[in-house]
């Protein structure tokens, strides 16, 4: 364009100082969220975006093999329950809950993408990033009792609530790229979902 | 029981001092960039967004994701919205651009003298003014674009340009003589 015709202004893209007071003080706010957010574990590494009854999760195969026992114990009490019921009265049928009652529920409690966007009315998106991520939280809840959803599945689903969680408190804080970093976390984590469908439509919630 | 192998149930991702590798390499690029275009307070704030955001990018394990040029953009789009709410303008997100390349002055052009005379030049300028000249010409964006993208007549940007420059070269003469 007309770069040439002012090239005093190209100086500006000269590295200048950073103030060294702001540098270090925003280096140790910086540091210190990692030190709050996080958990070291053995390794190491560090644990974001987990509430204190999320955390059971991240025990390793131990947790699994426990939930898997737990899952296995209950669908054989459920079995055996609906047995007894059965035998006692062939007429009633069991009023269980299936993925299609689980997602319709989703789909009516959750935003479209549409009110998610970018926009200046940062209230409506609040409220809409929380109906997503209780609405998550539900069908997360509703899909872990059925047993055709994969323990993988269900754990992207809860890192899309925990990350849905931090942006509604980014966006409380005014930071709203971070809010928009952890919503777009959460929507990776629904697109990488392998035994359940979730998305949202420009109009719509989909789950099948 | 579905058997097949458990995805990562954990976002791993680099220790916090892998992050402060990163914002060390880092912040001078994101501040300079953040000063040349904005006041130095609004500068601070709005490195201070960008690198907040990088933080949580990095506790999310996307580390692989974030350089220089994410940080850029994160920051150009704070600027963008700075000027927007200021201006009352609605900026288009889909016009903020990457950085196009690195500084182009003849390399016996540059010294901290009028480097410095230069940012307080801008410094003095109105917000709508200094916009107009960082959009048009140190991000070399077309009159077209930021009309566009301020929602203002292309002749109501060559009016305003015209004036910005005026103002410009009677501050930067101003600390040159």
């Given at each position: 364009v007309s770069n040439d015709e002012f090239p005093e202004l190209r100086l500006l893209d000269h590295p200048i100082e950073v103030?060294?007071?702001?540098?270090?003080?925003?280096?140790?706010?910086?540091?210190?969220?990692?030190d709050s957010d996080s958990v070291s574990d053995a390794g190491g590494t560090l644990v974001p975006?987990?509430?204190?009854?999320?955390r059971p999760l991240r025990r390793g195969s131990t947790f699994y093999w426990r939930a898997a026992a737990g899952v296995i114990l209950i669908a054989t009490i459920g079995a055996a329950l609906g047995l007894i019921a059965r035998s006692g009265d062939d007429g009633d049928q069991p009023v269980a809950i299936d993925r299609a009652v689980a997602c319709q529920r989703f789909v009516e409690a959750v935003p479209s993408l549409s009110t998610l966007d970018r926009?200046?009315?940062?209230?409506?998106?609040?409220?809409?990033?929380?109906?997503l991520r209780a609405g998550i939280e539900q069908l997360t809840d509703d899909l872990a009792r059925l047993d055709d959803t994969s323990a993988g599945d269900l754990s992207r689903l809860r890192a899309a609530a925990g990350a849905l969680r931090e942006s509604g408190l980014d966006l409380e804080?005014?930071?709203?790229a971070g809010s928009i970093a952890a919503l777009d976390f959460a929507l990776a984590q629904l697109a990488a979902l392998e035994t359940v469908e979730v998305s949202l439509s420009e109009t719509s919630a989909v789950c099948h | 029981v579905n058997t097949r192998p458990l995805a990562?149930?954990?976002?791993?991702?680099?220790?916090?001092?892998?992050?402060?590798?990163?914002?060390?390499?880092?912040v001078r690029d994101v501040y300079s960039f953040a000063r040349a275009r904005v006041g130095g307070d609004d500068a601070e704030d709005v490195t201070s967004e960008v690198f907040h955001a990088a933080a949580i990018a990095f506790k999310h394990g996307r580390e692989e994701e974030i350089s220089?040029?994410?940080?850029i953009g994160v920051a150009r789009n704070k600027i963008i919205d700075r000027w927007r709410k200021a201006q009352r303008h609605k900026a288009k997100a889909h016009l903020l651009r990457p950085r196009e390349s690195d500084v182009a002055v003849p390399p016996d052009w540059y010294d901290d003298e009028r480097r410095d005379a230069v940012l307080a030049s801008v410094d003095q300028l109105s917000e709508r003014h200094r916009s107009l000249l960082i959009l048009h010409h140190l991000d070399g964006m077309p009159i077209a674009e930021i009309a566009e993208a301020l929602e203002m007549s292309h002749s109501a940007v060559e009016s305003a340009l015209a004036r910005a420059r005026r103002a410009f070269r009677t501050e930067y003469e101003k600390r040159r003589q």
């Open positions: 103030p060294p007071e702001f540098r270090d003080r925003l280096r140790g706010e910086l540091l210190s969220t990692f975006l987990r509430r204190v009854e999320d926009s200046d009315q940062t209230v409506e998106r609040s409220d809409a990033i929380d109906r804080r005014g930071d709203e | 990562p149930i954990v976002t791993r991702h680099p220790p916090a001092d892998a992050f402060a590798a990163f914002y060390d390499s880092n220089i040029a994410w940080l």
